[in-house]
């Protein structure tokens, strides 16, 4: 008895006849039922589940080739007994074509009808209801995107707590952007180039974070000089959720300057280490110091002023003293002074409080006022110092004549005679040295120039013979 090769049989179970779909639909194709008797079962999927063969067989006989084919394609659609694709917007009649090697065998045909699709959105990033925190950037990655017709297309993505995030975009580039705290309800949305689109809605949670302390034009270490107003500049700091509600800026023994965004401070001499504290309206806070040197200056004195020329014996006199203080700093706090008369010193303080004879207070004019009643002598010396921790201020000297009663002739004599027969004998005296000098330079030079002459002459032999002598 001959027994012959069987054929093959076709049959397609899905997709149905007439269906219609969009070229962005997966289509699932599945040959249930078709195969091959020859065919083994345990070499097919799944055991052969659902397909045509022998389970009786361990190898098969045919080798069985499948074709899942479309009169609007070239190509073949697949050649699997199942699997899923798209197909390109159009009117396909589909058909499933078995061959064992010996018989061809066709079955029945389909007809599908695609229309054109809106583009279709494959994001890698964020994925569904991700949690992210307010200081990192959301990455926006959708560019394995596609539009199945091959229309160019943009992306654009709406949050319900920041409106606009991403408009208009394109799928060559992945987006990062920073997104405020709560709980973003997406939409995104793809359009393409015939107005046709696809919108789809994803959540996304994000948790608040604590702020960034920075302080501004300061490096650590920088010198001030004495004097200068420091500004602390805080502007820079931020919260990714826009809720600094205290700045607090304090030295490092806890002393508090202020709470200002921005502060002018005068600093006293000496390291300092400034901090900033920033915190949001969770209480959550952030803290950044820097340190700074803060120069020191010495006191002068200068424009010392009397309120008199001369004072009369035996006479009480009032008198105003007033003395301008330079010190860049600002510390120094006591400037005081002297007089002499007769060999008797009596010291004295000036002040700078606006209190008493002192009309402004913190004006650097310091005021002293007194009254004087003078009996000996013929002068009296007035000294003025600053005081400034170990540090003193030159002296600021005047002399104040005595008015003798009864000598006035001598003291009138002195003023207009003696005082230019004075002056006249000093230049006189000058005037001879600057002769006497010249003259000394002359005679100096003169005096190189012979020895130069001396072409034999070695004064390391007056040396030797000098030695001689002073060793016999």
């Known amino acids: 008895m001959e027994v012959l090769n069987s054929p093959p049989n076709a049959l397609i179970n899905y997709p149905n006849d007439g269906l219609l779909s969009e ?79 010996y018989v061809e065998v066709v079955s029945n045909s389909i007809n599908i009808i695609v229309v054109e699709s809106a583009p279709l959105l494959i994001l890698n990033s964020p994925s569904p209801n991700a949690v992210v925190q307010s200081n990192s950037p959301v990455l926006f990655d959708f560019r394995n995107s596609f539009d ?21 975009k394109s799928i060559d580039y992945w987006y990062n952007d920073y997104l405020i705290a709560g709980n973003h309800h997406l939409t995104i949305t793809l359009k393409d180039s015939n107005l046709m689109q696809r919108i789809y809605y994803q959540d996304i949670l994000v948790q608040e974070t ?42 490092n023994d806890g002393t508090i300057i202020g709470n200002k965004e921005i502060e002018m401070v005068n600093f006293n001499p000496g390291v300092i280490q400034i901090n900033l504290m920033v915190q949001d309206s969770r209480g959550a806070q952030d803290f950044t110091s820097v340190n700074l040197t803060i120069g020191s200056s010495y006191p002068t004195l200068e424009e010392l002023i009397i309120s008199i020329d001369s004072i009369k014996e035996n006479e009480a006199t009032e008198v105003y003293i007033y003395v301008t203080l330079n010190d860049a700093d600002g510390t120094t706090k006591n400037v005081n002074g002297e007089v002499i008369n007769g060999g008797v010193s009596q010291a ?20 002293y006022r007194t009254n004087w009643e003078v009996s000996d002598g013929n002068w009296v010396r007035v000294e003025v110092w600053a005081i400034d921790g170990d540090s ?12 003798k009663q009864g000598n006035s002739n001598s003291l009138d004599w002195a003023f207009k005679a003696g005082l230019p027969m004075l002056s006249l004998l000093m230049i006189t005296f000058a005037l001879l040295g600057l002769v006497y000098v010249n003259n000394r330079r002359i005679q100096i030079s003169k005096d190189l120039e012979l020895i130069e002459s001396w072409s034999g002459f070695d004064p390391r032999e007056l040396d030797q013979e000098f030695d001689g002598e002073n060793n016999n």
């Open 23 to 101: 070229s962005g639909d997966l289509i699932g194709f599945d040959s249930s039922g078709s195969g091959d008797w020859d065919l083994s079962c345990l070499e097919l999927p799944n055991n052969g589940s659902n397909l045509f063969c022998n389970n009786i067989l361990n190898l098969s006989d045919d080798l069985v080739s499948i074709l899942w084919i479309s009169d609007k394609l070239t190509n073949p659609i697949g050649s699997d007994w199942n699997f899923e694709t798209r197909l390109p917007a159009g009117n396909h009649n589909i058909s499933l074509i078995l061959n064992d090697g």
């Open 210 to 251: 604590a702020p960034f302390a920075e302080i501004t034009n300061l490096t650590n270490g920088q010198y001030i000089p004495p004097g200068q107003i420091v500004e602390l500049d805080s502007s820079n700091s931020y919260d990714y959720d826009d809720d600094i509600v205290l700045y607090q800026w304090s030295l």
């Open 348 to 367: 004295f303080t000036f002040r700078d409080d606006g209190k008493g004879s002192d009309h402004v207070s913190d004006d650097n004019i310091w005021t």
């Open 148 to 168: 199945p017709d091959g229309d160019n297309f943009t992306v654009s993505i709406f949050s319900d707590l920041m409106g606009h995030i991403l408009q208009n």
């Open 392 to 403: 003193v201020s030159q002296s600021q000297i005047e002399i104040i004549p005595i008015l």
